[in-house]
């Protein structure tokens, strides 16, 4: 009895070990079920938002390139401060603010539907919140961007976001172009380490993966003042041209003088707003003094020629502008004249 009664407890905790194990990992892969079921939705809603998108397009007439707004609120990459998930709501309320008008300065008019168009935010931060892992949010910023440029004319402006999702998107664009891409890049940092604290997608890595990846030829990187050994020997490493502040007045003919694109697949733009000097543009997570003007960057940016395929503004952080929003004006008439230069 006494032996019956053990061997009765034996296998109830066995076969008890056994549905615990089994019930764990069915919850598991019902787990990773429902992750799927959220990324698709995610996926999903950015497709139809661009094929609609580009269907209105064509109904207006048609155009060769329409820049598309695509917010991409993912902070948590940065080293410093995670506002910059916050930008791109408040990016977008200061683009179509009343106190100015709806034309670029060379006279785009940005609400016509052929110049600029927008299909919304990819979730990130609702996607966290289902346990995603950055390996998948990543790839789904890929994705995100992929679906947006397999609606032609539409252009990707990607809203950041800290710019670790620089690499992501530059991937996405080069994969579905079939080739590198010049980049011309507004920083006060080079963003090329190899990792920052363990961080390999940290927001001070994008353009070590960007380069490692083959993703682009040419890298220009204009607004340089914050910069350390490991910087410069990245920067030696993979041919990228560092324009730094400290010699702006010589480099400046040369730099409002590009021609880029030509041979490749043609020019994306990242611009990190604290490429500006902090007093035009105090609402960033890094404040370094020393940059470039509204005026000198817009200068460098409406003098370029080359085919823009796509770009993003990155690192405006609204937990640290101004109370009556200044920096997100400025991060706002950066993409408005961005827009400017995409749309054909
Ligand atoms: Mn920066």
Same mark, same amino acid.
């Given at each position: 009895? *006494?032996? +019956?009664?053990?061997? *009765? $407890? ?18 598991? /892969? ?12 995610? &996926? ?7 094929? &609609? ?27 410093? &401060? ?15 603010? !009343? ?38 949010? +990543? ?20 809203? !950041? ?11 996405? *664009?080069?994969?579905? %172009? ?13 963003? $090329? ?17 960007? +380069? ?6 040419? &890298? %220009?990187?204009?607004?340089?003042? /914050? $910069? ?34 030509? !041979?490749?697949?043609?020019?994306? $733009?990242?611009?990190?707003?604290? /490429?500006?000097?902090? @007093? ?42 101004? *109370?009556?929003?200044?920096? @997100? ?16």
């Amino acid at each position: 009895m *006494v032996g +019956m009664k053990k061997g *009765v $407890i034996k296998l109830s905790q066995s076969a008890y070990r056994i549905l615990q194990q089994r019930s764990k990992s069915d919850a598991l /892969s019902s787990l990773a079920q429902g992750q799927n079921r959220v990324v698709d939705a995610s &996926l999903t809603l950015i497709r139809e938002r661009a094929r &609609l998108k580009a269907e209105q397009v064509r109904a207006l007439g048609g155009a060769c390139g329409t820049s598309c707004l695509l917010g991409v609120p993912l902070g948590h990459n940065s080293s410093f &401060l995670q506002g910059p998930a916050f930008a791109p709501p408040r990016i977008r309320e200061a683009i179509w603010c !009343g106190s100015t008008n709806s034309t670029t300065e060379a006279g785009k008019e940005l609400s016509d539907g052929r110049v600029l168009t927008d299909v919304g935010d990819v979730p990130i931060q609702e996607m966290r919140d289902c346990g995603i892992d950055d390996e998948r949010l +990543m790839k789904t910023v890929s994705d995100s961007v992929k679906l947006v440029m397999e609606e032609p004319p539409l252009r990707p402006l990607v809203l !950041g976001g800290d710019h670790s999702i620089s690499y992501p998107v530059v991937r996405a *664009v080069s994969e579905q %172009l079939g080739g590198p891409v010049d980049i011309l890049h507004f920083d006060a940092h080079p963003d $090329i380490y190899h990792a920052f604290e363990g961080n390999r997608y940290s927001h001070a890595s994008p353009f070590a993966r960007i +380069m490692e990846g083959g993703h682009a030829r040419r &890298l %220009l990187q204009v607004g340089i003042r /914050s $910069i350390n050994q490991e910087g410069r020997d990245q920067a030696k490493k993979f041919g990228v041209e560092q324009f730094e502040m400290r010699y702006f007045n010589r480099d400046r003919q040369y730099l409002e003088n590009l021609e880029l694109g030509t !041979g490749v697949k043609g020019v994306y $733009i990242s611009i990190d707003v604290d /490429s500006l000097d902090p @007093a035009f543009a105090p609402g960033v997570s890094h404040i370094e003094p020393g940059g470039l003007s509204f005026r000198h960057l817009l200068n460098i940016l409406q003098n370029l020629k080359g085919d823009i395929v796509a770009g993003d503004v990155v690192e405006f952080n609204p937990q640290r502008d101004t *109370v009556d929003g200044m920096t @997100a004006m400025v991060a706002a008439k950066l993409v408005r004249e961005l827009v400017a230069k995409m749309s054909t």
